[in-house]
């Protein structure tokens, strides 16, 4: 019996693996552009982070490093006046049970290499528009015999917007 607990124990800490390991230091982020009036396809948009530079034309998608730092986003179109998004960074849960089975070395590797962190898989520029978005704020896990969270009330990201 202490035979297969310890074998189940080893199994678990092999599988539950690390954020980088698990998802890797790069992400696909999807990016669309939208004016006052609808969606506007053919924008060139930049996006910068400290890890590096990626160049799309919406709708597109760019495989970009994970970072704990902002990333902005920048769209252009013809005479149109430009889209400047910043989006915040959020820390994935998987982070936080790498301290628990991957101890202190593991934790600080994803933290270093981005691994840990990760942007909103799609992200939606307003032409014309400074703004803001920060990730979702997740409230404690609710007691077992809590009653369960419809999705109205589930977090959801902020965007801040400032006019030109």
Known sequence: MKIQTALLIAAAVQLSGCASIVN???QSISVDTQTDNGPLAGANCTLVNNKG???LTTPGSATVNRS????????KKDS?????????SSTKAMAFGNIL???VIGAGVDVATGAAYDYPPLITVMMGKTSTLTPPVVPAAPAASAA????????????TT???
């Open 24 to 26: 890797g230091q790069n």
């Open 53 to 55: 530079t990626w160049y």
């Open 68 to 75: 704990f730092e902002d990333m902005s986003i920048s769209c």
């Open 80 to 88: 149109l006046e430009p889209g400047i998004l910043i989006v915040k």
């Open 101 to 103: 089975f991957g101890g």
């Open 148 to 159: 369960p969270v419809d999705s109205a009330s589930a977090p959801q990201a902020t965007v």
């Open 162 to 164: 400032a006019s030109k």
